[in-house]
């Protein structure tokens, strides 16, 4: 899918992760609730035209930089941390294992 909105929501999440802004602080920088703002960057709406300079404002960023697709950065993903449930003992297993001994 490579509609308008589509390319516009990536854009948006990029340059607000790019900024270092968390979802929440950007709708209420931008006026929104954290799920209208949510909506914006999946895709699902597209902001009224008089929000996109409230936007670019609140990305620090110039109008123009909101639909400049091509200057789209690549962010990989955070690594992911270990998992601190894969090494706990299930509580049966301890209570076996002392019954055991």
Known sequence: MTTL???FSKRIAELRRF?????ATFADAIGLTLKQAGEIERGNSFPKPEKLEI???ALNVP???LFDFGK???FPPPPVMPSTEARRTPKNRTRARAAAE
């Open 19 to 23: 900024s270092g802004m968390k979802q």
């Open 5 to 7: 909105r589509y390319r």
């Open 72 to 74: 789209t950065r690549y």
């Open 63 to 65: 109008l123009k930089e």
């Open 55 to 57: 936007i670019a404002k």
